[in-house]
C-alpha cells in the first residue's frame, strides 16, 4: 500500500483539478503511545476558529477523526481558539451551506467545512476554508491518503488553514526526536523515540540501558544524529530512520557529543575532546575528515549553524562560566552574545536568523531566553525552573524544550515569543533531549 | 541517609588525613581513629576503626609498627572512591587531596591495576556542557593521580554529563552528591 497523501486543489466542484504529491516517510519500528498531551495556558490574542466535523460517506478508522485532530492542532498552536462544536448553530459540510451570518454571530473569524469519503483503501477529504468578515473562502482542496494513515492527512489540512491564515508554512506534519528513560527492574533504560507534534504515533528508534542523548534531525529529515553510550563511552551515531541503518561516526577517545547537522546535509558539527579538552570540529560526512574550528583552554560545545548556514552559535566558559558566542565564519574570532546572567548556553538560532534561543540561568533557577541578534534584547520565556534543550520548530512559530514537573521530566510546548503552551508528560518516566524536525518535502 | 552518608565520608577523610599528616612526623596521635563503617548505596564502602591488621604490637620494632600503621591508613583511605565537586568547577576540594593521594600511590605500586573515572554533573545547566564539564572533573582527578604517581596508561576517564545521577531529586543535597567523580577499579 503507498503511504502517500495526494492533496489537489479545486476551485469550484467541477473544475480542473492539479495534484501535489507529498512523499511521507514510513514509519518502522515498535509502536509506543507514550507521551500524553495537556495543554496548559492558551494564547490571549488567540484567533477564533470553527471547524466543522466532517461530513462522512462510507467506512471511517475507528478512533481518529479528522476534524477533531485539526481542531486540536490549531489549539496546540496557541494562535487559534476552535469553537466546540457543540456550540455551532449548524454542521455545513460544503461551502453553499455556510451561512456567515451565523458564524458571525458566533464571533468566528474563519470557518473550515470539509467531507470525507472512502474510496477503498484511501480516504479523502474535500475541504474549504472561510474568511467569515470577508464571506470569502480562502482554500477549496482535496487531499487523500491511507486510511491507516488518517493523522497525517489531518495534519496536512492543518498545515494548510494555518498557512492560508497565517501566511506561515504549518508545522503539524513534522515530527518529534525525544528520548524517554524509565526504570525497568531497577535499572534505567533509555529509548530514543520519534512522534508526531503532537505525540502521537510515537515509535521506538532505538532502546539502551546505557545514556542516549542529543538527537539532532538531518534537513531532509531522513536521519538522526545522536550520541549513545551503549559501548560504554559516548560515541556519535548516524540512524536512517526509513531502514534502521546506524553508522557510528565518531568513537574518538574522550567526548563525541553535540551533533548538529549543516544546513546541505553534508557535514556535522561535533564536540570532540581528543586533543586535550572540549573543542568543535566540523565533520565531512562522506569522508569522515576533521576540521578542528575552536582552540581554547575553555570548554567549547553546543555548536550550530547560524540560519544561513555560515557562522556558528556555541557555548563557551572561556569568560569563567558558561555563554553563547557567536563565530561568523568557520574558525574566526568567536563574539560574546549573551551578557545577562553567568550562565547561558545551548544555543539555537530561529529560522530567519534573528533570533537566538538557549538556556539562561536566573536567581537559581534555569530559564530559556532569546536574545534579538539586532538590538541584543533579551527576553526569559520561561517560568519553569529545570529548563533545557531549546528546539525551535520549522517555521520559527513555537519552541518545544524540556523541564521537570512534579518530579517528571517532560516536554513542554510555547509559542517563540513565549505566550501559549502545551506539555507532552510520558505516560511513565521521564521524557527529555527534544528535536523537532524540518518541514518534509 | 546520603547526605550523613556524606558527611561521614568526608569527616573520614578529614580525620584519616590528619593521621596519614602526623605519622610521617613520626608523633603518635589516636584522635584520629573513629569507629564507623557505613555501606554506600553507589558499592563504595567507607571504613574507619583501629586497624592494626591483626599485627601484635609488641613483637614490633617503632620503624615497622609505623609502616603497618601507614598502611592501614592508607587501606582505609583508598575504601572512599567518591570525590565531590562545587557548582561549575572541577577543582579538587582540599579533603580529597590525602585520600587521591593514597590511590596514587596505590596505582604506582600496583602497575597492572587499572581504573576507571566517571565524571558527572549535577541535573542543572544544559546536557553537553555538563558532559564537557564532568570530563574536566575526571580530568583533573586523573592530572593529580598522574602527578603523584599513577601512570597514564592505568587510567581510563569518562563522562557521563547528568545522565547518571546518584541521587535522585531537585534539592541542594541531591546536586551535591552528584557532582562527582567516581574512581572505579578494574
Known sequence: MSNRINTHRFRALKSGLWSLVLALLVSAGPASAELLIRITEGADAAIPLSVVPFAESGAMPAGDNVSTIIRDDLAMSGEFRPLPPEKMLSLPSKGDEVFFRDWRMLGQRYVLVGQMQREGDRVSARYELFDVNRESRLLGETAS????????????????????I??????????????????????PLYKLQVSDVDGKRARIRLDSREPILSPAWSP??????????????????????????????????????????????RSLLLTLSKDGNAEIYKMDIASRSLKRLTNHWSIDTEATWDHRGRGIFFTSDRSGGPQVYYMESEGAEPRRITFGSRYNARPRPSADGKYVYYVHQREGAFHIARTNLETGEETVLTRTKLDESPSV?????????????????????ISADGGANYTLPASEGDVRDPAWSPISR | MNISMKQKAVAMVFSLGLMAGCSSTGETVDEGYTDTAASGQDGSTVYGGTDDGGISSGQLSAEERQAAQERAEMEAMRQITTFYFDF??????????????????????????????????????????NLALGERRANAVERFLIVNGASRGQIETVSYGEEKPAVMGSTDSAWAQNRRVELIFQ
Open chain 1, 145 to 164: 491518503a491511507p486510511v491507516s494513515n488518517i493523522r497525517t492527512l489531518a495534519h496536512h489540512i492543518s498545515d494548510k488553514v494555518y498557512e492560508a
Open chain 1, 166 to 187: 497565517t501566511g506561515v508554512p504549518g508545522a503539524f506534519s513534522t515530527r518529534l526526536a525525544y528520548v524517554t528513560l524509565q526504570n525497568v527492574n531497577g535499572k
Open chain 1, 220 to 265: 531532509d529529515g531522513k536521519q538522526l544524529a545522536y550520541v549513545s553510550f551503549e559501548s560504554s563511552k559516548p560515541a556519535i551515531y548516524l540512524h536512517e530512520l526509513s531502514s534502521g541503518k546506524r553508522t557510528r561516526i565518531a568513537e574518538f577517545k574522550g567526548l563525541n557529543s553535540a551533533p548538529a547537522w549543516s544546513p546541505d546535509g
Open chain 1, 393 to 413: 520548530s520549522p517555521n520559527g512559530r513555537m519552541l518545544i524544550y524540556a523541564t521537570q514537573q512534579n518530579g517528571q521530566s517532560v516536554l513542554t510546548v
Open chain 2, 88 to 129: 561549575d568547577t572541577s577543582e579538587i576540594k582540599p579533603e580529597a587531596r590525602d585520600v587521591l593521594v593514597a590511590h596514587a600511590k596505590f596505582l604506582a605500586a600496583n602497575p597492572s591495576q587499572q581504573v576507571r573515572l566517571e565524571g558527572h554533573g549535577d541535573e542543572r545547566g544544559t546536557k553537553e556542557y
